[in-house]
């Protein structure tokens, strides 16, 4: 199994964040796992993402130019990433950010409307892993005791009473990722 994914929008989503935690999950189950960030010189409202390959054989590069899945949380990630996606591949789109939704007929493409269930939960901290639990639903790459434990790894401990939260919001994304047909 290999997975190479990447995670596109504005810094201040939880871009990087997710991607870290991704990686770290595949660390706590014993995969071979690349995590290589890319942002502007603003950390917040510039654009950022993020590469993460799990697999289960050694990584030869974190270099890709195409990927089997794509998370986009923004319009210019989605008119930089959409055509990087593989053919069969996945491309989960989040409803608030994206104008013009995408098009491609070769891929899988999903909404998952994590701004608006953030909202709900009143936490707007909890998109990403909303968005991260849309990706988990569809492509278990870890599972979710190992991103929990991915989580403690990565968090502060003083932010570790957030956990509970964070599993609510994985799950949540679970239920709420849609295809679009």
Do not use: C
Not at 6 to 18: C, D, E, K, R, T
């Amino acid at each position: 199994m290999k997975q190479e994914i990447i995670i596109a929008g504005f810094g201040g989503q939880g871009v990087l964040s997710m991607g870290k935690i991704l990686a770290y999950s595949g660390l706590m189950e014993g995969k071979e796992v690349s995590w290589m960030p890319a942002y502007g010189p603003e950390q917040r409202g510039g654009t950022a993402n993020v590469t993460v390959i799990v697999s289960d054989d050694k990584i030869s590069s974190p270099i890709l130019s195409k990927f089997d899945a794509a998370i986009i949380l923004n319009q210019p990630s989605l008119e930089k990433f959409e055509n990087r996606v593989k053919p069969g591949g996945i491309l989960i789109y989040d409803g608030y950010g994206i104008i013009k939704p995408p098009t491609r007929q070769d891929i899988k493409v999903y909404r998952i409307d994590a701004m608006d269930a953030a909202n709900e939960m009143h936490n707007a901290k909890a998109f990403n892993m909303i968005v991260l639990g849309g990706l988990l639903k569809l492509s278990p790459i870890v599972h979710l005791d190992s991103v929990i434990k991915g989580l403690k790894k990565t968090l502060p401990e003083r932010h570790h009473h957030l956990i509970p939260m964070n599993e609510e919001a994985i799950k949540k994304g679970m239920e709420l990722i849609k295809e679009v047909k």
